[in-house]
Structures are given as C-alpha cells and as structure tokens.
Nanobody
Framework: QVQLVESGGGLVQPGGSLRLSCVAS????????MAWYRQAPGKQRELVAT???????NFADSVKGRFTISRDNGRNTLYLQMNSLNAEDTAVYYC???????WGRGTQVTVSS
C-alpha cells in the first residue's frame, strides 16, 4: 500500500523559511521521480518542483532561487526547503509520485504577519 505523509507546514512571517518533508512507504522510493505541488484557496493545484531518481531538479518560475527540492533515498523522504516566503506562497502543499495518482494529504503553509 502506497502512502505519502507530509509534515513541516505552519504559520511563518514574510521573509521566513520552512522545510517540508514527505515520507513515502510502499514503494521503491529511489526509483521514482517525485514532486511537490501546492494549491492556494480558489486556485488550481500547481506544480512547485520536481526531482528525478537521479537527482535532477526543476522549479516553477515563481519559486526559483527561493525553494530547493531534495531527497534522502535511505530515509524514503522528500524535502522542500522554502526560503524568502511571501503571502503568495500560502497554500496546501502536496507530495506526489510523478506520473501516478498517488498523493499525500497535504500540509498547510500560511505566510502572514
């Protein structure tokens, strides 16, 4: 049974940082491309960042230079380091196994003073 569990969200002030984690089980984690998505209130879910099994990364233009995606295959864990956060980053962040329908339940990130 495939399971993705996100954590690390919360309330942060503008300019602050957060690190999200996603622990995967039920899959050979190292074999899969992984991604972070987000969905803000009233908006469609959007791709934030991807990382291949080999470690190559891609980012949405809106987060380039501020966010970093990484993975620890030994811990079956995906990370999203988010720096210089602003109000437009407020959303529920989801972990996804790329090209599948497997999603986590999400973790809320709220950027507000």
């Amino acid at each position: 049974q495939v399971q993705l569990v996100e954590s690390g969200g919360g309330l942060v002030q503008p300019g602050g940082s957060l690190r999200l984690s996603c622990v995967a089980s039920g899959i050979i984690f190292s074999a899969f491309e992984m991604a972070w998505y987000r969905q803000a209130p009233g908006k469609q879910r959007e791709l934030v960042a991807t990382i291949t099994s080999g470690g190559s990364t891609n980012f949405a233009d809106s987060v380039k230079g501020r966010f970093t995606i990484s993975r620890d295959n030994g811990r079956n864990t995906l990370y999203l380091q988010m720096n210089s956060l602003n109000a437009e980053d407020t959303a529920v962040y989801y972990c996804n196994i790329q090209h599948t329908t497997y999603w986590g339940r999400g973790t809320q990130v709220t950027v507000s003073s």
